[in-house]
């Protein structure tokens, strides 16, 4: 399994942008889809965005579709979140995952047991 560090969490206003990051390390980063979910207190873990191995494939939760972009740099073994126009209802801890097959996209790539590998969590706090 490859390792997953998140970074770039804090605390905003409403409207304003964040940029997370997810460090890989212990595989090659390339071979791997890469998605971002979150969870907020009391509340299942949902899909965010997800992105394929190679960068042309992407996925977004109907929630952010506009205002949040995923992105990748295989060079820097990175994987990102862009979040602007960001809500009270953003808040949660950001968790990006790992998983090492075919993309095939669409609505597979949301399922949290498709993916193998996740770090530790970042947290978001979006206030009015």
């Known amino acids: 399994q490859v390792q997953l560090v998140e970074s770039g969490g804090g605390v905003v206003q409403a409207g304003a942008s964040l940029r997370l990051s997810c460090a890989a390390s212990?595989?090659?980063?390339?071979?791997?889809?890469m998605g971002w979910f979150r969870q907020a207190p009391g509340k299942e873990r949902e899909f965010v965005a997800a992105?394929?191995?190679?960068?042309?494939?992407?996925y977004y939760a109907d929630s952010v579709k506009g205002r949040f972009a995923i992105a990748r740099s295989n060079a820097k073994n990175t994987s990102y979140l862009q979040m602007n126009i960001l809500k009270p209802e953003d808040t949660a801890v950001y968790y990006c995952?790992?998983?090492?097959?075919?993309?095939?996209?669409?609505?597979?790539?949301?399922?949290?047991?498709?993916?193998?590998?996740w770090g530790q969590g970042t947290q978001v706090t979006v206030s009015l």
């Open positions: 992105i394929s191995w190679r960068g042309g494939g992407t």
């Open positions: 212990g595989r090659t980063f390339s071979n791997y889809n």
């Open positions: 995952a790992a998983n090492r097959r075919n993309w095939i996209g669409g609505r597979i790539e949301s399922s949290v047991r498709e993916y193998d590998s």
